[in-house]
C-alpha cells in the first residue's frame, strides 16, 4: 500500500494536521513518557511480563482451558507491579492517549469520505440502523 498523497491541497493540509498534532504539548509529553519508558530496562522488563503472562492467559482460555486461581493472581500481581512503576504507568498512558488522539481522527476522516460533507460530533452520536434512540440516522 502506497502511504503518500498527490502534491495538491490534501496533501498540504494533512501536513498541516500532523504539525498541528506534533504541536501539541501533549504530544510532546506522550513523547518523552514513551522515551523514557524505551531507556528504562525495569519498566520494558514488567510490561514484557505482563504481556507474556496475559497471552499465555488469553491462550488458555481460547483453547477452552479453565483458568487457575493461582494463575490470575500471579497475571494480577504483575499488572498491578507494571502500573505501580511510575515510568511504565506513564508510558501505558501515553500510549493510550495517542491512540485515542489517531483513532479520533481516524474517525472523522472516515466519516467525512463516507458523509462527502465534513463530519460533526453529532454523526458519531446514532447507535446504528434500526436503534429507537432518538439519534439522527
Not at 65 to 93: K, M, W
Amino acid at each position: 500500500m502506497n502511504a503518500t498523497l498527490e502534491p495538491g491541497a490534501v496533501l498540504d493540509k494533512t501536513l498541516e494536521l500532523c504539525q498541528t498534532i506534533v504541536s501539541q504539548p501533549d504530544f510532546a509529553a506522550h513523547q518523552r513518557d514513551i522515551e523514557t519508558f524505551l531507556l528504562n530496562e525495569d519498566a520494558k522488563r514488567l510490561y514484557q511480563t505482563v504481556a507474556e503472562k496475559g497471552e499465555a492467559l488469553h491462550s488458555k482460555q481460547h483453547q477452552g482451558e479453565s483458568l487457575t486461581e493461582t494463575e490470575i493472581a500471579d497475571y494480577e500481581q504483575h499488572r498491578q507491579s507494571l502500573f505501580a512503576n511510575d515510568v511504565a504507568r506513564r508510558f501505558l498512558d501515553a500510549q493510550q492517549e495517542m491512540h485515542q488522539m489517531q483513532d479520533a481522527v481516524t474517525r472523522y476522516v472516515a466519516k467525512t469520505i463516507e458523509l462527502g460533507r465534513v463530519a460533526s460530533a453529532e454523526d458519531f452520536e446514532s447507535c446504528g440502523a434500526g436503534c429507537s434512540c432518538g439519534h439522527g440516522h
